[in-house]
T-cell receptor
Framework: DAGVTQSPTHLIKTRGQQVTLRCSPK?????VSWYQQALGQGPQFIFQ???????QRGNFPDRFSGHQFPNYSSELNVNALLLGDSALYLC????????????FGPGTRLTVL | QKEVEQNSGPLSVPEGAIASLNCTYS??????FFWYRQYSGKSPELIMF????GDKEDGRFTAQLNKASQYVSLLIRDSQPSDSATYLC??????????????FGQGTILTVHP
């Protein structure tokens, strides 16, 4: 049973560019949440997708957008990258009825130069 | 005031001792409380969650919750060097619009030395 997968593992971009990160949830899970974790900090909630809709959003600007596909996989898009967007981006999957059990993927390390 | 506060540490304990990790939260609407372990360079993994006042035990781990004091802790008995990691405390509000949003503290670095 595959767990949560994310791609790519690492990414280097320059300021102003755009990036797309991908996540496949654990089998049987239908809800995907995205978090940003800066070095030395705890993860910060970006948004959550369920039934292909953004269900809840954290305090992130509109440069951060996402999408969920019918197979429950999800993408996180960040436009106009800033140096401060450098972080580990984590995807967590769960089922809509059991959001107490969120399982994190390995993350994508984004470096903005 | 941060929503979830943890002592960043590092907390150093000898092998075999009890490690005590603490967390306070500010939102009285918080309903569920989580402890995650994160090894360096890896993603967080769920240790356990608790939503009722009192203690909840799972193997060597015990979570303790006191909603009146807005305090949650994690005890690790018989600490092992493999327990050395960052421990993240997270909270989730009650149902309705909270869905699955977790609010994390900054984490406490635990080092267990032989």
């Amino acid at each position: 049973d595959a767990g949560v997968t994310q791609s790519p593992t690492h990414l280097i971009k320059t300021r102003g560019q755009q990036v797309t990160l991908r996540c496949s949830p654990k089998s049987g899970h239908d809800t995907v949440s995205w978090y940003q974790q800066a070095l030395g900090q705890g993860p910060q909630f970006i948004f959550q997708y369920y039934e292909e809709e953004e269900r809840q959003r954290g305090n992130f600007p509109d440069r951060f957008s996402g999408h969920q596909f019918p197979n429950y996989s999800s993408e996180l898009n960040v436009n106009a990258l800033l140096l401060g967007d450098s972080a580990l981006y984590l995807c967590a999957s769960s089922t809509s009825g059991r959001t107490n059990e969120q399982f994190f993927g390995p993350g994508t390390r984004l470096t903005v130069l | 005031q941060k929503e979830v506060e943890q002592n960043s540490g590092p907390l150093s304990v000898p092998e075999g001792a009890i490690a005590s990790l603490n967390c306070t939260y500010s939102d009285r609407g918080s309903q569920s409380f989580f402890w995650y372990r994160q090894y360096s360079g890896k993603s967080p993994e769920l240790i356990m969650f608790i939503y009722s006042n009192g203690d909840k035990e799972d193997g060597r781990f015990t979570a303790q919750l006191n909603k009146a004091s807005q305090y949650v802790s994690l005890l690790i008995r018989d600490s092992q060097p493999s327990d050395s990691a960052t421990y993240l405390c997270a909270v989730k509000r009650a149902g309705g619009t909270s869905y699955g949003k977790l609010t994390f503290g900054q984490g406490t670095i635990l080092t267990v030395h032989p």
